[in-house]
């Protein structure tokens, strides 16, 4: 059944932050169109296409589908690099590395296609491409992270070769999934962005999802949530926050944890301090409420009632209940605050839990006034 938590209802993502992982195809998504299917189509091999339903009905694997297609090439390696050269990019992908760097995330391209077009089309953007395991390097940004198929000419013959296989994901050559899986541990959350086949995977994994085109048509089908785009400059402008009523952003903590949190009024900031704290104790994207709490809360301060609120919230996961949903109504004369609270039994929910947050401290706690928003820094003890 599909999901009532349709791409345009969804609630703008988190900002990216430090600790995120943005996972992003290539084909489709930083090419403008899929390369191999742009050399098929050229081609003019109806062997090619037939190859290529193939595969997506499930009657032959990745690499067998791979190995067909481009073994019918017959191009000398001038044209087909040039080819590849006239091929076009998204410039929007320079606007989501850069954001990836400033806010001190990761980016990582997987590609079902191969090594051979990737770097090379990369470079045009004024990138270079490395081996996939980069991404967890502490001098992270000298080049860009990926995993594909690899493919070299020899002998005047393109010859490939899958070294990221798995007999456990026959499907795909190159297998998203067992990359995200294995490096999953390392990020806080991962931002998946793609627009076909060889992406549903990985994004029914992610904790957020962007897609277009046939993942999107999937993924709608299946009921799994995820937000539509059209470029990667869009994307880019989501996570960066552009247009968000209230955010958060993690900051640098000796000891415990700490976020600052913004908002045009008092209600959209308590919003999104609560969502600061809680993305530290679980990834609670795509989960339904099964039942609805309402908190009044009080304070002597508006500081006290951020606070006060954040701790009513905490109350409630040390008491067995996870926040997944809050709608806050504020006000600052006198300082008080209603929360509607969606939750869910945090036993229904262990495989979503992040970290325990002890208490809400009120370490310089204090609400400034900025000439369009509020902002306040709260500190956890951990």
Known sequence: MPSPLLPKTLPPPPRLAAGDLVACDFDGTISVEDVGLAVITALGDPRAWDLEYQWRRGEIDSRQCLLGQWGLLNWPEDRLLAFFD??????????LWELTLARNARLLILSDGLDLYLDRMLSRLGYAACDGEAVLSTDFGSCVPRFANHAEYRQGRLVLSFPYSSEACPDCANCKLLHLTRLRPHFRRVIYIGDGHSDRCPARHATTVFAKSHLAQILAAEGVPYREFENLSQVAAMLSGAGASGDFEILDHAADYAVRAWGRDLSSLISAAARGMLSFIADTEGLKPTQTLTLDVQAESVEYLVHHCLRALLYLVQDGQLPV???????????SAQLEVGVVPIASARDRLRGEIKAVTYHNLAVRREADRLSIEVVFDT
């Open 325 to 335: 949903t809050l709608s806050v109504s504020a006000s600052d004369f006198p300082p």
């Open 86 to 95: 006239s091929l076009p990019l998204d410039e929007g992908f320079r606007e």
